[in-house]
Each structure stands twice: as structure tokens, then as C-alpha cells.
């Protein structure tokens, strides 16, 4: 096939998601009628379907945030979580020095 009438296959379509009472715009790139990239949640970028973990409810079965993003939205939970596990511990312990400086590191 000539470059040309691969272009005319291709096409970006928009669909709105409802989530959480939140409206977000979902950018569908399609060849053909088949779904071959969207866009990330997070990052906003159209990718290629593969740069997508599989999600029963999601689009075109694919979670909203491509793997990068997922990756460091993860991460981030992760550190919340260990921040939440130590605050509460040196709540436990009265531990009120260790626990302003905990707090000033979270505010910066
Ligand atoms: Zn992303």
C-alpha cells in the first residue's frame, strides 16, 4: 500500500469518559475501523495499544494511563503508603521531632 492511502485509513476519533464525576477526553486512533493507539490519561501522548496494560472496563480493553505512567503512579502509592506506615509509627512512639521533620519533607 502507498503512503498516501494509508493515511486515508487513519483516523483520530474522541470519546468522553465519565469517572468519579470527573469528564475526561480519550483520543482513539483508528486504521481501518480498528482501534491501533490511544491516548494516555495522565501523559495526554497517543501511543500504540502494546504501551498499555489490559483492563476489563477500559478502552479498547487497555488501562487508562499507558505502562509508564501506571509505573509511576504505582511508585508514588507505594511511597505514600511507606510515608503513611512511618507516620504512624512515630505517632505510636511520640516520636514528635522525627515527625515535623517527616512532615517538612512531605511539604517540599
Ligand atoms: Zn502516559
Redesign the pocket.
Known amino acids: 500500500m502507498i503512503q498516501e492511502e494509508v493515511y486515508k485509513h487513519i483516523k483520530i476519533e474522541t470519546v468522553e469518559r465519565n469517572i468519579k464525576n470527573k469528564t475526561y477526553t480519550v483520543y482513539l486512533l483508528k486504521f481501518k475501523e480498528s482501534i491501533i493507539g490511544k491516548s ?1 490519561s ?2 495526554l ?1 497517543i501511543l500504540p495499544l502494546s504501551n498499555f496494560n489490559n483492563s476489563i472496563n477500559g478502552i479498547a480493553s487497555k488501562h487508562a ?2 505502562k ?2 501506571h509505573r509511576n503512579y504505582t511508585k508514588q502509592k507505594e511511597k505514600e503508603a511507606k510515608a503513611k506506615k512511618l507516620f504512624e509509627k512515630l505517632l505510636k512512639e511520640k516520636n514528635i521531632d522525627k515527625l515535623n521533620k517527616l512532615i517538612q519533607c512531605l511539604e517540599s
Open positions: 494516555c495522565k501523559c501522548e494511563y499507558c509508564t505512567c
